[in-house]
């Protein structure tokens, strides 16, 4: 026959839409609220015992919803990965990324060295879920390269005009000052003619006066 503490917690448990505690239950409730006298329990030891099965039953559905949360996730995952499979999901290895790059290189007519296949296929995602995604990110690298490249070449073409350029000033000027100064050799090389004819006819002058 059941004391006076589990007819009571058990009832009042039914009131509100619990049930299905074993004896144990009541039993490891009485001893959590201290009631010694199962025959004799206070009121507040019946509401206490009571708070303590919900809270219990509570705990309890809530570790089995999560081990069937965890259960139902688990075929989820399973199942994604098969679909994966079916549909095509696939990760490339870098051997087969390099001889993409170098197909494609060699569509766009550019001829690239190991080191530069590798430096490419570093920059390419092999774990992408389809083939299309890595040849998308395939051909986005080399042409990202090819820019690159261009623009090393402008880069280079403006240095080297830079460098042609001051050397047609620096040649220009040396030339001009050569030419400066040849023709002040000239200049002077003809004033020094002047004057010896100059002088000459001075001193032709005057054998002539001399003579008269």
Known sequence: ????????????????????????????????????????????????????????????????????????????????SETEVETGTLAVAPLDVGEMITKGASQMGVILSEQQINDIADSVDTSASTFDEILEQVEAALLAYADLRANQVDAKIDQTLTLVQQRVVNRHEQSRDKLSLGLTGISAALEDSRNQTKSQLSGILARLNAVQ
């Open 1 to 80: 026959m059941s004391d006076k503490f589990t007819n009571n917690v058990r009832a009042r448990l039914y009131k509100q839409g619990y049930q299905g505690f074993t004896k144990d239950d009541y039993t490891s409730s009485a001893l959590a609220v201290g009631c010694d006298d199962l025959d004799n329990p206070t009121k507040e030891q019946l509401s206490q015992a009571v708070d303590y099965l919900k809270e219990k039953a509570t705990c309890q559905l809530s570790v089995t919803d999560e081990r069937v949360e965890e259960k139902f996730l688990m075929q989820v995952e399973s199942l994604q």
